[in-house]
């Protein structure tokens, strides 16, 4: 007979006792958070930490939409989102992980002629600096999307569109998966069930952290927690120019495919998509309240809704099934903050609003480059925590007036 063997159950990433010292904690469990680790480990850094108050994943990383893109409106935001793109596209391959990714086309509708130019403005924008972008009018849109109303009896009707050919999905879970499994096997620790409620400064620079499990020492401290990112950088004394709302979405019952574009109408507030389950993904605008719930409210359905069923009618009479919010940490200029604070070794990564999900692959690579070497890189020079004081800002909010 042969011996009976006993195998260990097989994980995708590995549990540690919490050390008493690491070369660079990262505060965030989510896909920057992670990001940001596994390139750091590329690059060689043996001691890292990921602590996450919940388990990873659990906040906008996993109540994203899923949406990637680089159709944004200023020359830093294209730049940036062009590289993140690029690297998206070739992050299953990099990580050895099926993210599902589907680069099936963006949509931005106009629905006045002041749209229109605004479209074109950014297709000239995109254009320039090597991202595939054009308008297009209503008959190439039909052949695109044919269940979109584009008759007359609308009150909007479709004018034209801003058309982004690689604009897609990608599971954002099998993302933040296949990071934290890369980060895992490079010897990056993760710790889920690991809060922070502290941060030791002393003479202008970090310390170390103080954890529900004890106290951590550590001359880098990042953190990427998005909606949270002002409560965290609080405990060094640091205020942000950063405001936390609510965001809302909801999905209906599995249908057959039949939606092969992602539809944007900045006029509506609404956003609409079909996930790989078949479910029609619907979400709006950020909540004009602050808050820090992450709840679903009647009011967003109702309203929502309605502007689904303008664009879709044949929609109207199909199941809701779900519907959940998350935070999004907004600034006053629509765009991130990353790099170095006045605080020495303490580094943000927020400020995403609500496009934080499509940074991923390049705020990793850019933010681990700055941490190693010191060195901001180029692509992320423009937004600098500084730039709020040197009014030097980069606003982005024409290409976010709807959030996704």
Not at 230 to 247: C, Q, Y
Request: glycine share 10%; charged share 20%; with cysteine.
């Amino acid at each position: 007979m042969h011996p009976v063997r006993f195998f260990k159950p097989w994980r995708m990433w590995r549990r540690h006792d919490l050390k008493s010292s690491y070369d660079v904690v990262i505060v965030g469990g989510g896909a920057h958070g992670l990001a940001v680790a596994y390139e750091l480990a590329k690059r060689g850094v043996r001691k890292i930490a990921v602590l996450e108050k919940s388990y990873i994943g659990a906040g906008g990383s996993g109540r994203n939409t899923t949406i990637i893109r680089a159709n944004y409106r200023t020359p830093e935001g294209v730049a940036f989102y062009r590289e993140s793109l690029k690297l998206f596209e070739q992050l299953p391959q990099e990580l050895d992980y099926n993210m599902m990714l589907s680069q099936k086309g963006h949509l931005t509708l106009a629905h006045a002629e002041r749209a229109l130019i605004t479209a074109q403005e950014r297709a000239g924008v995109n254009r320039t600096l090597g991202v595939d972008s054009r308008v297009i009018y209503p008959d190439e849109i039909a052949k695109l999307c044919p269940v979109l109303d584009l008759s007359d009896r609308p009150a909007f009707p479709i004018m034209g569109a801003l058309y982004h050919p690689p604009g897609g999905v990608i599971r954002h879970d099998a993302v933040v998966w296949a990071y934290a499994r890369a980060a895992d096997r490079a010897g990056v620790e993760i710790h889920q069930g690991t809060e922070v409620t502290g941060i030791d400064v002393s003479n202008g620079r970090v310390t170390g952290v103080r954890t529900n499990r004890g106290t951590v020492s550590a001359p880098v401290v990042l953190s990427a927690v998005a909606g949270w990112s002002s409560e965290i950088a609080a405990m060094v004394g640091l205020r942000l120019p950063i405001v936390t709302h609510p965001l809302q979405a909801f999905v209906t019952e599995p249908l057959k495919p039949f939606l092969h574009v992602i539809l944007v109408s900045a006029t509506l507030h609404v956003y609409i998509s079909q996930t790989d389950r078949g479910e029609v993904l619907i979400g709006s605008e950020i909540e004009p309240y602050s808050s820090y719930s992450q709840g679903s409210t009647l009011n967003f359905l109702e309203v929502t809704a309605r502007h689904a069923l303008e664009l879709i009618p044949i929609l109207g009479k199909v199941k809701m099934m779900r519907a959940w919010g998350g935070l999004c940490d907004v600034t006053p200029d629509y765009s991130p903050i990353m790099g170095k604070t006045p605080v020495e070794g303490f580094y943000l990564d927020g400020g995403w609003g609500t496009y934080g999900f499509k940074a991923t692959p390049i705020c990793g690579v850019t933010l681990a480059e700055l941490i190693h070497t010191g060195r901001v890189p180029d692509l992320i020079k423009p937004f600098a925590l500084s730039r709020f004081s040197s009014r030097e800002l980069v606003s982005e909010i024409a290409a976010a007036a709807v959030s996704h």
